[in-house]
């Protein structure tokens, strides 16, 4: 068995492994720490839930999943939560687009970086870890599970807001009570494994949803799209950046290395 350290939303998180993938796969974060935060390994009874889910996944990748289900479980315990969305920074600010697979964020972020330029950074483009602060920020933080685009730069940002993403034939965006966006907060959370760490992640997202601003956007896949999100997010005027980045461009500066 390998272990090792890593070092994710300030944390530092001792990994229990059994192939040699998941310490590639890791690479960017390992840390000479030896003293973790805490500990987690890839438990049969969770693998065995995931070669259900996809009986085609090599072990190794599902133990890459088992591994940040574990952390995810953990994090609630220190003041952190995981979730499915993608998250980029607009002027170091951060803003979270959220959605079920399939629905169109990724497509929307990238068109953010299209038309904005060099404004606009990664911070995740699937898996994000979110920091509720005593002070009332919430940060957001990368992790090396970024989605099958492999969106994702080592950084973090203070949260400026959270838009839940719709597929639609207008461009529409509309802001949300915190209460009605607690059912489209949980389609896209990771639920842990014991009690207690559920009600303390249920806690820490409704200081997420009451400390910031919330929309419910309708979109296509258009510039309009990204200026109806733009605006109302940001509060700025849309001004489209004098020179377009184009998806190669895009790869090659929020992918990470394969």
């Known amino acids: 068995m390998d272990v090792f350290s890593v070092r994710l939303a300030d ?3 001792e990994i229990k492994s059994r192939f040699d993938y998941l310490r590639w796969f ?9 003293t973790p935060d805490f500990s987690v390994y890839a438990e049969d ?5 995931l ?17 940040y289900s574990a952390i995810a479980s953990k994090l609630p315990y220190y003041d952190r939560v995981a979730l499915h969305g993608a998250c980029i920074t607009y002027k170091d600010k ?43 920020t919430i940060r957001a933080y990368d992790t090396p599970w970024c989605g099958k685009e492999g969106w994702n730069q080592m950084k973090n940002a203070d949260m400026a807001g959270i ?10 965006i509309r802001p949300v009570d915190p209460g009605d966006a607690i059912s489209l907060m949980l389609r896209q959370m990771f639920h842990p494994y014991e009690e207690e ?6 806690d820490l997202f409704d200081e997420i949803l009451s400390r910031l601003p919330l929309y419910l956007l ?28 184009t998806s190669e461009e895009i790869n090659k500066q929020w992918r990470m290395p394969g």
């Not at 890791?26 to 030896?34: A, F, G, I, N, P």
């Not at 760490?197 to 249920?202: I, K, P, R, Y």
């Open 45 to 49: 009874s969770r693998l065995d839930e």
């Open 94 to 136: 951060a803003y979270l687009f959220t959605a079920a697979s399939g629905t169109g964020k990724s497509t929307h972020i990238g068109l953010w970086k299209r038309y904005l330029g060099d404004d606009v950074g990664i911070v995740n483009g699937d898996k994000p870890i979110f920091h509720v602060k005593p002070d009332g």
């Open 197 to 202: 760490a559920t009600g303390l992640m249920l």
């Open 163 to 172: 838009c839940f993403v719709r597929r639609g034939e207008e461009n529409t």
């Open 11 to 13: 944390l530092t998180v």
């Open 26 to 34: 890791c690479r960017d974060y390992l840390t000479d720490s030896r």
């Open 51 to 67: 070669r259900e889910y996809s009986p085609d996944m090599r072990d190794e990748f599902l133990e890459r999943d088992a591994i």
């Open 218 to 245: 309708e979109c296509d896949i258009s510039e309009e799209a990204v200026k109806t999100s733009f605006e109302a997010l940001t509060g700025e005027k849309y001004h489209r950046s004098d020179k377009e980045t």
